[in-house]
T-cell receptor, first 114, second 117 residues
Framework: NAGVTQTPKFQVLKTGQSMTLQCAQD?????MSWYRQDPGMGLRLIHY???????DQGEVPNGYNVSRSTTEDFPLRLLSAAPSQTSVYFC?????????????FGPGTRLTVL | AQSVAQPEDQVNVAEGNPLTVKCTYS??????LFWYVQYPNRGLQFLLK??????LVKGSYGFEAEFNKSQTSFHLKKPSALVSDSALYFC???????????????FGSGTRLQVQP
């Protein structure tokens, strides 16, 4: 199993550009989520999904969209990039939405917005 | 609301010495507690979790954590540190009473562990 994969690993955008961060998992996990990691702030939840066709907002959803058309894929779209979105983005998945399940993380995408 | 605190930004320890990385939490009900480790330029890796039962939880790479309900703590420990343990460690909590559908963990800000040879 490849686990959780993310592309690209690095990306530089100009303010106002849009892009999609890709995330895929091959573990047949129901639950998938996107976090951003900023220095000294831990990980903050952006959006999550409890299954195909179902998504919801997390702690910091503004400026981001998601969709979940298949169990495997959970792309994150930046609509109009802003410097405040410079961060490292992690996708994670777990077997179910039950709180006692550990999450599996992808390697991350480092995004810089100029 | 659920929250977690890691009071130390960095912990320094000599190789071979015991290490402790501190974590305290706040929840309304009973907690699910997790420790994750992040090596440079990598995603987070699961180390161990407390769900219920024994207060001492054993995990990967020789790490263990002690759940203390009265002190609302879940400190990560290892009897003998290795240089290769140097990494960023995150504590995370989820309140078992939460039923928002969010099913999200709340992460601490992280503690950098530096093990000197």
């Amino acid at each position: 199993n490849a686990g959780v994969t993310q592309t690209p690993k690095f990306q530089v955008l100009k303010t106002g550009q849009s892009m999609t961060l890709q995330c895929a998992q091959d573990m047949n996990h129901e639950y998938m989520s996107w976090y951003r990691q900023d220095p000294g702030m831990g990980l903050r939840l952006i959006h999550y999904s409890v299954g195909a066709g179902i998504t919801d907002q997390g702690e910091v959803p503004n400026g981001y969209n998601v969709s979940r058309s298949t169990t495997e894929d959970f792309p994150l779209r930046l609509l109009s990039a802003a410097p405040s979105q410079t961060s490292v983005y992690f996708c994670a998945s777990s077997y179910s939405g039950q709180g006692n399940n550990e999450q599996f993380f992808g390697p991350g995408t480092r995004l810089t917005v100029l | 609301a659920q929250s977690v605190a890691q009071p130390e930004d960095q912990v320094n320890v000599a190789e071979g010495n015991p290490l402790t990385v501190k974590c305290t939490y706040s929840v309304s009900g009973n907690p699910y507690l997790f420790w994750y480790v992040q090596y440079p330029n990598r995603g987070l890796q699961f180390l161990l979790k407390y769900i219920t039962g024994d207060n001492l939880v054993k995990g990967s790479y020789g790490f263990e954590a002690e759940f203390n309900k009265s002190q609302t703590s879940f400190h990560l420990k290892k009897p003998s540190a290795l240089v290769s343990d140097s990494a960023l460690y995150f504590c995370a909590v989820r309140d078992q009473l939460m039923d928002t559908g969010r099913r999200a963990l709340t992460f601490g800000s992280g503690t950098r562990l530096q093990v000197q040879p």
